[in-house]
């Protein structure tokens, strides 16, 4: 059991990290967290050699070189909606009924769209959000040695990669590998592809047509 434990808090630490690099700009706190875990840092081996990381101060860094990249690929050239790529119309679904809003509110996920400064609640920030707030919870199942609900969760998991996330985060992941100005970014959205394809083969083998592996 220990280590499916420590296999969940991994996950839940890298749905944590992709969702906050993706919902905002990084701050210096987000910066020094990935850069004193060598773990973390590993992630992003293009930014862990990017000269421009160790020859000016994160604060400058961060105000010359990332925001700007930020704004460029979320803000002005790039749309972080699930909305825009799979409705026929390319617009966004702000309002209530929008599709995910109803399952946020299946699991009491609520949205913060002033905090998360997005405009629709299916963000790419935000769904991975939704994810981490999944993955905690499975964990805490487990923790509690509730392997039933645990198994339910993770088919929710799956079942959200599958009809949502993997639906468009791919091909908008990589087009910010395509027009990233910075290393950072580049290896973010790399980092979340992998991640994001690699959770869904893991979820699709625990909770497939023979049963869930929690409960073998």
Not at 48 to 64: A, D, S
Not at 85 to 93: A, C, H, I, N, T
Not at 158 to 185: C, K, S, V
Request: charged share 30%.
């Amino acid at each position: 059991m220990n280590d499916i434990l420590t296999k969940q808090l991994a996950r839940i630490n890298l749905y944590a990290l992709i969702s906050r690099v993706l919902m905002k700009e990084a701050d210096e706190e987000l910066l020094d967290t990935i850069e004193k875990d060598e773990v973390i840092l590993s992630f992003f081996p293009n930014y862990m050699q990017w000269e421009k990381r160790t020859e000016i101060e994160k604060k400058e860094l961060k105000e010359r070189f990332l925001d700007v990249d930020f704004s460029n690929l979320f803000v002005l050239h790039l749309i972080p909606y699930e909305s825009f790529y799979r409705r026929d119309d390319q617009m966004l679904e702000t309002g209530g009924e929008n599709p995910v809003v109803q399952i946020y509110n299946t699991y009491d996920f609520r949205v913060q769209l002033d905090k998360a400064r997005a405009v629709g609640p299916d963000h790419i920030g935000i769904e991975l959000e939704f994810m981490y707030m999944l993955a905690d919870s499975e964990y805490r199942a487990l923790e509690s040695g509730d392997r039933k609900a645990a198994c339910e969760i993770a088919r929710i998991e799956r079942d959200f990669l599958r009809e949502h996330l993997l639906e468009w985060a791919p091909m908008f992941l990589q087009n910010i590998r395509a027009e990233a100005g910075t290393p950072f970014y580049y290896d973010a959205a790399s980092l979340a592809l992998e991640f994001l394809l690699n959770d869904y083969e893991y979820l699709s083998r625990l909770v497939g047509e023979k049963g869930c592996g929690y409960e073998g």
